[in-house]
């Protein structure tokens, strides 16, 4: 079933856009705070500082990993990945916002055509995230993103305006990327433990040099807004479209992946009528075009991002 895109129309005229990238959208499996209190029935408390950057429960490894299997046995990774004891994988919606829905996630089959394995995962720098993607990905996450010495992940270029564009590695095979994490500020789940102990935790991923040893976005006392969170998508999905691969899952949250669809192809999410759930996977075809501004800035161009036939992948069967 395919999506066009919601921002952009191309005209005979229009600047031809850049390389296009197969991008996987996947929500981490179940956290800590996504569940009720086991002995109390209550829903967690969002601003208890106990609560910080919580690790998945057991069903959401499990979720993770029995996705591994469905991305393994459809070509999408090459190798192996385990499905833990159980093996089963079930959702459950997200109770960390305002923002949470009635009922189950589902939805259409991707197409038969045999895709292309997932060369680069990029994940949210919460420990959530990064979790879900090793239990998806084993794979990726075997060595030391610093074991070759005198070739960092990452190196300096200038974009399109002149300003610092930090590239990954060709054979870089997942990284972490602040601006795919979750809404920042005043909850708890969505502040950011040190970089050492991520890098500790987590020594294959290579680290955005734009993050910190402390989280310094997120604030006790305010939080991101959606249109804040929408402006980072476009500066990531920008950033994206410069790296060296083609076909990148981006492993996130739900308001995140709620604020990426509803941007750019609504219609998939039925304007806001539809829930983003844990491990579910939405596919789509990345883009961006440079054209003329609008307005009179200061170079007469913008990045126009396009996110086209999109489709939420489906590997579950009543």
Known sequence: MDRDSATTTATSDAPAAGPVKTIYIIRHGVAVHNVPDPRTGERPNLLDPKYAD??????????????????????????????????????????????????????SSG?????????????????????????????????????SPGRPAFSKIADDDGNDLHVLRGDCRVCCHGDAREAFGMHY??????LSLLSSRFPAVAYHPSLAEHDLDWKHDTRETREDVSRRIRKFFV????QPHDNVAIVTHGVWAECA???????VLEYGRRRVYNCDVYRGRLSVRR??????????????????????LSFYHA
């Open 54 to 107: 919580p690790p998945l429960i057991r069903q959401g490894e499990l979720q993770a990993r029995v996705l591994g299997e469905h991305l393994r046995r459809r070509g999408m990774i090459r190798g192996s990945c385990g499905i833990g004891p159980g093996g089963s994988s079930g959702r459950i919606a997200e109770d960390e916002d305002a923002m949470d829905a009635e009922g189950g996630g589902g939805g």
């Open 111 to 147: 197409d038969s055509d045999d895709p292309p394995p997932i060369e680069l995962v990029v994940c949210s720098p919460l420990t959530r995230c990064l979790q879900t993607a090793s239990h998806v990905f084993p794979s990726h996450f075997e060595g030391d993103a610093e074991a």
């Open 189 to 194: 789940p969505d502040k950011r433990s040190p």
């Open 239 to 242: 950033w994206l479209s410069k």
């Open 261 to 267: 669809l509803l941007e750019y192809c609504p219609e």
């Open 291 to 312: 054209s003329l501004a609008d307005g009179n800035d200061q170079n007469g161009h913008v990045n126009a991002v396009e996110l086209n036939d999109v489709q939420q």
